[in-house]
């Protein structure tokens, strides 16, 4: 039993929460904030629309993070602990979650790049290992899969494989050689990433990315022996379509399926991640979309699961605020 709770414990989804500051655009436009983070573990939320009538509202979670933290904060002192047990050969997945333009993708950007630095200086010292890096990218838009380090936009199937689970067929697998590399790769994703966007953000808004780094490796003194066994992990970094999108289920005409599909692959991730945190046994619905599908893997099990809740302080943001701290609050 006592085993049991040790690995309760360690499978517990670690909930960040990253309140980014107010942008020059909004602070032009008199835009004002009434959340604060009070200490390294909790938000407040304070109404000061009417003199002398406050409603203070306290959230807390495994670690908060102010408008004045870098990224490098939240790594650091958060998601690093998650993303770095890939070279221990444990999968794990960090998400993003939150309004469009509550900072996902600046979020995710930074967490993948302080990661993969990480994940160069640990193969730098340990020599006594030969380690490869690959690296690929997709997009799930429309419960459609596309590669983002390919030119081509046909859309990619999933096949279940009996070795490696749920995999993405034809999927381009780049083997990272440095730093360059990384940055190189990341702007071709970003460049695929932005074509079919009509107005800015409006894409992105509405579809997943998975960026995915697969490490494999071996003890030199075995290579090219037969009993030499490859150690193999994989991290996901996620950044979510926008979750607006998933309180949108009522939109109408051209956007109805696109808006059903968002829908359906962020309900299901919450349910999939409120049941892996609640413990519950029993079945969990991964099949149910291609996001939870693919991730499967790198949730529940052994794996590690860190999220990261992104807020838009602004008062005109308030109630898209508030859902996203209920769904961190789900998946604690
Ligand atoms: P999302 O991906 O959730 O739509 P973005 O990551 O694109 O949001 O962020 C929206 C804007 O806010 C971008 O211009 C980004 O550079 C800026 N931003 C986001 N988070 C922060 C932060 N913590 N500090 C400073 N600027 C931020
Ligand atoms: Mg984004």
Not at 178 to 199: F, M, P
Not at 272 to 290: A, C, P
């Amino acid at each position: 039993e006592r085993m049991q709770m040790a690995s309760a414990l360690e499978e517990k989804i670690l909930v960040l929460v990253r309140l980014r500051p107010l942008s020059d655009k909004e602070i032009v436009a008199n835009e004002v904030t009434d959340w604060e983070c009070i200490n390294d573990t909790t938000i407040l939320y304070r109404n000061t629309l009417r003199e002398g009538s406050t409603f203070p509202s306290a959230y807390t979670f495994d670690r908060v993070f102010r408008g004045d933290n870098a990224t490098r904060e939240v790594y650091e002192e958060g998601a690093k602990e998650v993303a770095l047990s890939v070279v221990s050969g444990i999968n794990s997945s960090i998400f993003a979650y939150g309004q469009t333009s509550s900072g996902k993708t600046y979020t995710m950007m930074g967490i993948t790049e302080y990661t993969v630095a990480d994940i160069f200086d640990y193969i730098h010292r340990h020599e006594e290992r030969a380690f490869v890096l690959k690296f690929s990218a997709i997009e799930i838009y429309n419960e459609s899969i596309r590669d983002l380090l390919s030119m081509d936009s046909t859309p990619l199937r999933l096949l279940d494989d009996p070795e490696k689970g749920t995999v993405v067929e034809k999927a381009i697998e780049e083997t990272l050689k440095d730093w360059d590399h990384l940055k190189e790769l990341l702007s071709v994703c970003e460049a695929q990433r932005r074509i079919g966007e009509t107005t800015s953000n409006e894409k992105s808004s509405r579809s997943h990315q998975i960026l995915r780094l697969t490490i494999e490796s071996s003890a030199r003194e075995f290579l090219g022996r037969e009993n030499s066994t490859t150690l193999s992990a994989t991290v996901n970094f996620v950044d979510l379509a926008g979750s607006e999108r998933a309180s949108q289920a009522l939109a109408t005409g051209a956007r109805l399926k696109e808006g059903c599909h968002i829908n359906r692959s962020l309900l299901t991730l919450g349910t999939v991640i409120r049941k892996l945190s609640n413990r519950r046994q029993g079945h969990i619905n991964y099949r149910d979309s291609k996001l939870t599908r693919l991730l499967q893997p790198a949730l529940g099990g052994n794996a590690r699961t860190a999220i990261i809740c992104t807020l838009s302080p602004a008062r005109s943001h308030v109630e898209q605020t508030r859902n996203t701290l209920l769904f961190a609050c789900c998946a604690k």
